[in-house]
């Protein structure tokens, strides 16, 4: 469903700073968390380290916005990950 206009823009108000300080104070702590977990493993510096599948660009197609709004996801399960219920362990906060 939708939210009302006014109910967007109000929680934002409250919602958005929130959300920005532990942002903030999450990144604080990073460079000490990233000290303890892998700190040589940056695949965004460096490519060779990812793990992931390689895709063949023949496997790759252009979509368009408008192909996009009516795809059905509902029987698609979400995982913990994906709710950002991942173990305390992982946090960074």
């Not at 892998?38 to 916005?65: M, R």
Request: hydrophobic share 30%; net charge negative; aromatic share 8%.
């Amino acid at each position: 469903g939708s939210l009302p206009k006014w109910v967007v823009n109000k929680s934002s108000q409250f919602l958005a700073p929130k959300a920005m300080k532990k942002m903030y104070k999450a990144c604080l702590k990073y460079p000490d968390w990233k000290q303890k977990h892998n700190p040589h493993f940056k695949p965004w510096l460096f490519p060779e380290q990812s793990q992931l599948p390689a895709l063949a660009l023949s496997e790759l197609s252009l979509q368009h916005a408008d192909s996009l709004e009516n795809i059905d996801e509902s029987s698609l399960a979400e995982s913990k990950e994906d709710r950002g219920e991942g173990s305390d362990e992982d946090s960074l906060t």
